[in-house]
């Protein structure tokens, strides 16, 4: 799978890979920024969180994993919740298993509101904020959490990983095809 600037993208079931329609995805960079924008049905919003930084993970949101400039040991996460609740982390993932995670304070602004039908998402992302961005070797992945009351999730991902994490950087895309 090639990345794909403004095309609008469709997140799957994160283990059986089903298209899910519930989840809408796409991406832009510029010069100086990436935008990222998430629009989301979802009649049962569950995000008890209200500070930057918790772990907002355990309730709905959504996500980007991204490497700037390919190396899939060390990535970024960025997560919001429906509610703009915003979380910034860099991963150190040797293994593509195990990752080791280092809260930051989150370098980027993002807005969520409400829709009919659940919420939307936009995330600016200053590429300064990204160690050693390279364009031309940057990949990436999304994703979306969908929370239930009962403390369930459903986990839905641009590439899934085949498996119950979203931490496999193996299945991080880019604009360009990879070479084994």
């Known amino acids: 799978m090639i990345l794909e600037e403004d095309k609008t993208y469709y997140l799957h079931e994160n283990v059986t890979g089903e298209e899910d329609l519930r989840c809408r995805f796409r991406f832009r960079l510029f ?10 049905k979802d009649d049962a919003l569950v995000s008890p969180f209200t500070a ?12 980007v994993f991204l490497s700037p400039n390919g190396d899939k040991k060390h990535y970024y996460e960025l997560e919001v919740s429906p509610f703009c609740v915003r979380f910034w982390g860099r991963i150190s993932n040797p293994d593509g298993k195990t990752p080791r995670l280092k809260k930051l304070p989150p370098p980027f602004f993002a807005e969520a509101s409400r829709t009919e039908e659940g919420y939307a998402v936009y995330i600016r992302l200053p590429l300064s904020a990204l160690k050693k961005f390279d364009r031309s070797r940057f990949c990436m992945n999304a994703f979306r959490i969908d929370a239930a009351e009962d403390g ?25 095809e990879e070479r084994s």
């Open 152 to 176: 369930t999730q459903k986990l839905y991902a641009l590439h899934p990983t085949r498996c119950g994490s979203f931490h496999r950087p193996a299945y991080f895309i880019g604009q360009k």
């Open 52 to 63: 930057d930084n918790e772990d907002i993970w355990q309730g709905d949101a959504v996500e």
């Open 31 to 40: 010069k100086d920024a990436a935008e990222f924008f998430f629009d989301v």
